[in-house]
């Protein structure tokens, strides 16, 4: 994927990506936290290490989709 232009300074899609895939995994974890599940999590950092990556995985393959 090409470079993302933002008022003339070139960002790496990857970064614009990840930003989002944070906000999404944020969004995520405090409504698992609402819910109580991290009760059933063994660790806790891995959970959240994986729910990031799956939430970045996701985003790469809608924006692949929509280009």
Do not use: E, K, N, Q
């Amino acid at each position: 994927m090409p470079d993302i232009d933002l008022y003339g300074v070139f960002v790496p899609s990857l970064l614009v990506w990840a930003i989002v895939a944070f906000a999404v995994t944020a969004v995520l974890r405090r409504i698992i936290a609402g819910l109580g599940l991290y009760r059933a999590i063994w660790h806790r950092p891995l959970f959240d290490l994986s729910l990031y990556l799956t939430c970045l995985g996701g985003v790469v393959a809608v924006a692949g989709l929509l280009t």
